[in-house]
């Protein structure tokens, strides 16, 4: 048997089971769309890694449905070529290539299976390299006549793709987080107008593949709020609740053009938002937002359209410039309780630490020592501000 045929027919086999087999699939509560249950995939097939690259995901679909055309025209139509482009319904996507082996087989009356498989045919020239960004994964339908002009099919859809924008999105949150160290800590008095609010600043050179871009401000709180980890990252997470608290937005809304999901959780994703009203300056926000046992971050950053171009195009992303800001949210570590009689009770609400982070660039600075005054306090004044909205927006205002 040819090698050609030997991959066919194991893909033929890997397709069968897929389409009966309901422990293989899982169900997304965000859309109720059936995914692949990756952990049951790997138990049940032997997977080899044709794309070398971190930065790999899968996407799967099953989906079953009517059809009105009989199962013969909807066999022939389907069997048009061994090419696909796909495209995804997102400017900021790239078109995916696949080249990939299809056969077609009549499995009994009236019934068709039509399986796909990618397959090398650059044999690991050069070539290859320029089309290696998306694998397609035995995939395939089968087509069953109905005897009344109609078909039923069942579908299954199993991709493996890179996404360059991880890269990014990894660089942004790293970039976050490491800067909460406060290193080269400003001293700044205490302004009247912070009361209540201890805020801590720093600031640091910027470098852009590993050239000088200028000096970032960087200044973080940390608040208690009366709500759990989940509650409060579910609120920040939130294009929709975001005119609430981003006191630069000043009250436009938001809405997510494009998202990856990832994980078990429907909160861990990397979105892209903008205004839902055009400044007409081509700036979105790339945001990723992420959940655990541990806690929770929500990282964002400015980006314009070309460097988002860029990133999902494949190309160096290391020379886009990023200022991210965001939110580390981890529980309090008190578990909420009741205590006493069910005539007099007392509620000791679960809690978490909220802490906000601010970076914003200093064009005007030459040096740390040369950070203006005025830059630092309005950084501050954004934060305390966003404090308050916040807490209003939560119903926690009678917090100190």
């Known amino acids: 048997m040819s090698h050609m045929a030997l991959t066919i027919a194991k893909a033929a086999n890997e397709l069968s089971t897929l389409l009966v087999s309901e422990s293989l699939w899982i169900k997304d509560p965000t859309n109720q769309r059936y995914v692949i249950h990756c952990k049951n995939y790997e138990k049940t097939f032997t997977r080899i890694n044709h794309l070398k690259s971190s930065r790999v995901r899968f996407e799967s679909s099953k989906v079953k449905g009517l059809v009105r055309m009989n199962a013969t025209q ?10 696909e482009q796909m495209h995804i319904l997102s400017p900021f996507v790239a078109p995916r ?18 399986v796909e498989v990618s397959y090398d045919i650059f044999h690991g020239s050069r070539e290859r390299d320029c089309h290696s960004h998306s694998w397609r994964l035995p995939s395939g339908c089968i087509v069953r006549d109905l005897s009344n002009g109609c078909s039923m099919v069942r579908i299954s859809l199993f991709n493996n793709v890179v996404t360059f924008a991880n890269y990014i999105v990894e660089k942004m949150v790293k970039n976050l987080c490491a800067n909460l160290g406060m290193k080269n800590k400003l001293d700044i008095p205490h302004l009247p107008e912070n009361k209540n609010i201890e805020i801590r600043s720093s600031v640091f050179t910027s470098t852009v593949g590993g050239q000088t871009d200028g000096l970032i401000v960087n200044a973080a709180t940390s608040i208690w709020l009366p709500l759990s980890c989940p509650s409060v990252f579910e609120f920040l997470r939130d294009e929709k609740m975001r005119a609430q608290w981003d006191i630069l937005a000043k009250g436009i809304s938001f809405q ?24 007409g300056n081509n700036i979105l926000v790339l945001q990723e937002s992420s959940i655990d046992h ?20 494949g190309r160096d992303s290391s020379y886009i410039p990023l200022v991210p800001s ?19 009770t007392t509620t000791n609400p ?6 906000i982070v601010f970076q914003i660039q200093d064009c005007d600075a030459s040096s740390p020592k040369h950070v203006s005054m005025e830059m630092v306090a309005s950084v501050h004044a954004l934060i305390s501000s966003t404090v308050r909205s916040i807490k209003s927006a939560l119903n926690c205002t009678s917090l100190a």
């Open 74 to 83: 909807l066999v022939e139509m389907l069997l048009d070529s061994e090419y």
């Open 97 to 114: 290539d696949f080249y990939f082996l299809r056969y077609c087989h009549q499995i009994g009356e009236g019934e068709w299976m039509i």
């Open 256 to 279: 997510e053009i494009a998202k990856m999901s990832y994980g078990d959780h429907t909160g861990n994703r990397i979105s892209i938002i903008q205004p839902v009203i055009s400044s």
């Open 294 to 313: 541990l806690g929770a971050t929500v990282a964002y950053a400015p980006v314009d359209i070309a460097s988002l171009d860029m990133a999902v195009n």
């Open 326 to 344: 965001g939110f580390v949210i981890s529980s309090d570590g008190h578990p909420g309780t009741t205590t006493g009689a069910s005539t007099s």
């Open 350 to 355: 679960e809690g978490s630490l909220l802490t």
